[in-house]
């Protein structure tokens, strides 16, 4: 069992700078997936940013590419996502995720088997 906890949401204005934070508890192993997805109020969700730690990969939603960087701390087991150039369609609850072994794709949601219980981030004009 895998237990994961956000930081790090808040509000900002258009043009700014977030960093949201995912901690990791329990079981990992050498190789598996953790992704940021996001979901506003009316929307299905959307994954944002994914980090394979077997092959240190990254892969970003088309929206954020430029803007996000996702990140990951091995040794604290830390998931981070800088966001810059805050725009306003990037407000949602951000949620982290996680399974074992490759990444299977942002549009996988149903793949993900571990989900934190996610943050908020609003960003206004």
């Known amino acids: 069992q895998v237990l994961l906890v956000e930081s790090g949401g808040g509000s900002v204005q258009a043009g700014g700078s977030l960093r949201l934070s995912c901690a990791a508890f329990g079981a990992t192993y050498f190789s598996y997936c953790m992704a940021w997805f996001r979901q506003a109020p009316g929307k299905e969700r959307e994954g944002v940013a994914a980090?394979?730690?077997?092959?240190?990969?990254?892969y970003y939603a088309d929206s954020v590419k430029g803007r996000f960087t996702i990140s990951h701390d091995n040794a604290k087991n830390t998931l981070s996502l800088q966001m810059n150039n805050l725009k306003p369609d990037d407000t949602a609850r951000y949620y982290c995720a996680a399974r074992m072994g490759l990444c299977p794709g942002l549009a996988a949601v149903e793949r993900y088997n571990y989900w934190g219980q996610g943050t908020q981030v609003t960003v206004s004009s």
């Open positions: 980090f394979d730690t077997g092959s240190i990969s990254t």
